[in-house]
């Protein structure tokens, strides 16, 4: 090993590179962490389940940009599939491309080190000893490969070898792994005179973040830092694009944007912000039909999320009109589209535009595109109309989950809810609430949903076996993969709410139909029911006993309003100049058309409490044009005004004490 310290040594390129290194993280939660650069922050109690062919462990970790999630691990006989509980996202590892596979001591516990031939590296922790035998086999019945063992260096020594394997660069110290960074993580890759810095994506869920990692190299060498660059995750937008489709309105985040389409990420281009958006964080496609079916929703599910500021938007909306048509030419021949996409595109293409954005997302991305099923709620769409914290959206029973749209947007999988819960309306009874508990314990209530949708809903959810809360039978925990414990007979279950629901309607149509002669009250009160309904068969004395008569309510006469001594309001001047407008109301008179065409048939109240939300989402920048305009108007007045007065325009207003009558006589 060279000298570490003597800085002009330069490492023969063709041999092992030789780099001291040092590393800043920042601390977002210390609440007794402490810093690793691999292991397992928590280790939990899982079940090994072994059938057959195949080996399944739950509660195993996989390490997503600092962050540890848990999911399920299958070892398979043509697979290897790896499930995260949080995300769903499935990752699939062909039986046929395993080339080695290690076994690591990591922090509190054990870990596999999986490589393919194709040059990917999966790394899964959360094991115990006893695994180690189970698995070796496997490995060598079914897939031919040996679980080696592999010692990782403690020494804590900050001077060592670096090795490039495929996309992770791994620090050796005595032929032992210090640590591994995988260079899909490294955002940023800056030269300085003697060292060469590593700037990594930052993941917002992570408690601890590690933010750079600096490396020593010899004055005048480019090779490591070329050879980080080449795996790195560095977008950088070189080259032309496939194709760009041009002021496609997005509802998240909100305007109007230009979709350049690259090989590997998509780019958002609007007036103030721009995105780009890596492939490999798009876990799921959808196409959601509006309820007014003139339009169309376009979703993406991105994790991690894209970031404006402190605001995280984990779903892309655009919305189409079906009626808009484009044609369109890929910026490709047509033997390198048919190379890349196998018949998935063609060079020209010319359709509806949320089918050519769908279509050619679905070509790029490499994902199926989730369309509604078979469930259609009263008015004969695949949509409910409801509200979700304090804002009206539309809710979409899928196959496998729900979907609302929008603001904020919301995707719920089945296997991660508890229960589902059918709620009374808080403010009438013609509407009910539908909440959805998930197993973290967190709920969604979904508000406002017309009474007409309950029977469909009611009927989505038996169908799909999710659990009710409030049937009126003994709940039971449900076990994940255990469905068969939901296999009830609907028949045999009592369903209080809808019984509730259809008594008080019978109660509503009789009171309507009922003589008010008597001066009784035709609204339904439980509690009058319950005592009539106690008396009968009782003491006839008691019912021939006179009610007591209603007082007679005493309507006070109102006192004239006593008017001060010239207190009598002054006439508007209808020839003087009209007062300027704030810049809100210069912003909502050129904002009115659009909020109206991206909400058709909005109230005027709901316009303007909707404007009100946007005009607080603006930016200073965006304000500034407006506050400029209102400037000018408020100028504009007061040079109006003033000829005014000059004029002899105002003088001639009564005085104060004039009557009423004799103001009325002057200006009629």
Request: hydrophobic share 30%.
């Amino acid at each position: 090993m060279s000298d570490p310290g003597n800085p002009t040594h330069r490492p023969d390129i063709a041999s092992p590179m030789l780099y001291q290194f040092s590393y800043r993280t920042s601390i977002m939660k210390a609440d007794s962490l402490c810093v690793v650069l691999e292991g397992q922050w928590l280790l939990r109690t899982r079940g090994i389940a072994a059938m057959g062919d195949t080996l399944e462990f739950s509660d195993i970790y996989q390490e997503v940009k600092g962050s540890w999630n848990d999911g399920r691990l299958r070892f398979g006989r043509q697979s290897v599939v790896y499930k995260s509980s949080k995300t769903g996202k499935v990752d699939s590892i062909p039986a046929a491309e395993l080339s080695q596979a290690q076994w690591r001591r990591v922090c509190l516990g054990q870990g596999i080190k999986l490589t393919t031939s194709t040059g990917h590296i999966y790394k899964y922790d959360g094991f115990r000893d006893t695994d180690f035998e189970k698995i070796s086999e496997y490995f060598k019945a079914h897939y031919k490969v040996e679980l080696s063992e592999k010692e990782l260096c403690v020494k804590g020594w900050n001077w060592g070898t670096t090795k490039f394997s495929g996309p992770l660069l791994s620090f050796e110290v005595s032929d032992s792994p210090a640590f591994e960074i995988p260079l899909a993580s490294v955002s940023q890759c800056a030269t300085g005179k003697n060292e060469v810095t590593l700037e990594f994506h930052q993941n917002d869920e992570a408690e601890v973040s590690l933010m750079e990692v600096r490396f020593y190299v010899p004055p005048g060498d480019t090779v490591f830092r070329d050879r980080v660059l080449s795996k790195a995750d560095v977008i950088q937008a070189t080259g032309d694009a496939v194709c760009i489709f041009k002021e496609l309105q997005c509802l998240t985040p909100r305007g109007r944007y230009d979709i350049r389409i690259y090989p590997s990420f998509l780019h958002l281009h609007g007036k103030t912000f721009d995105y780009k958006i890596p492939y490999t964080t798009v876990l799921r496609l959808f196409l959601l039909p509006h309820k007014d079916q003139r339009q169309m929703f376009f979703m993406i599910s991105l994790d991690p999320p894209i970031k404006q500021g402190q605001t995280r938007y984990h779903f892309l909306i655009l919305l189409f009109s079906k009626e808009e048509d484009l044609s369109l030419s890929l910026n490709m021949t047509e033997e390198e589209v048919e190379r890349r996409y196998g018949g998935k595109l063609s060079k020209n293409m010319s359709g509806s535009l949320y089918e050519m954005v769908g279509r050619v997302m679905k070509a790029l991305v490499n994902k199926k595109i989730t369309v509604p099923g078979n469930f259609l709620g009263h008015s004969g769409t695949q949509c409910i109309t409801c509200s979700y914290k304090a804002s009206s959206g539309l809710l979409y029973p899928l196959e496998r989950g729900f979907v609302y749209i929008h603001k904020p947007p919301v995707h719920l999988r089945f296997e991660e809810v508890s229960c589902v819960n059918f709620a009374r309306g808080t403010t009438t009874t013609r509407s009910f609430d539908f909440e959805i508990e998930t197993k973290q314990g967190t709920q969604f209530t979904f508000s406002s949903i017309e009474r007409e949708e309950y029977g469909k809903l009611f009927d989505f959810v038996t169908a799909k076996k999710l659990s009710i809360k409030n049937r009126g039978f003994k709940e039971v925990n449900i076990s994940p993969g255990k469905d068969d414990m939901l296999e009830d007979s609907d028949e045999d279950q009592h369903d209080a709410y809808l019984e509730r629901m259809k008594e008080e309607g019978k109660i509503r149509e009789e009171a309507n139909d009922s003589d008010d002669s008597d001066g009784e009250s035709g609204e339904y009160d439980s509690k009058a029911s319950a005592s009539d309904s106690s008396a009968e068969g009782g003491d006839s004395d008691r019912e021939k006993k006179k009610r007591p008569a209603k007082k007679a309510k005493v309507v006070k006469e109102r006192k004239p309003r006593k008017v001060k001594e010239g207190g009598e309001k002054k006439p508007k001047d209808s020839g003087a100049p009209k007062r300027p407008m704030s810049a809100y109301f210069l912003w909502l008179n050129a904002s009115r058309e659009s909020i109206k065409a991206e909400h058709p048939g909005i109230s005027i109240t709901e316009i303007s409490k909707r404007a009100g939300e946007m005009w607080r989402e603006l930016g200073k920048e965006q304000k500034v044009e407006w506050d400029g305009k209102a400037e000018e108007a408020k100028k504009d007045y007061e040079v109006a005004m003033r000829e005014y007065r000059e004029s002899g325009g105002g003088s001639s207003a009564p005085s104060k004490k004039y009557s009423n009558m004799s103001l009325l006589n002057t200006y009629s």
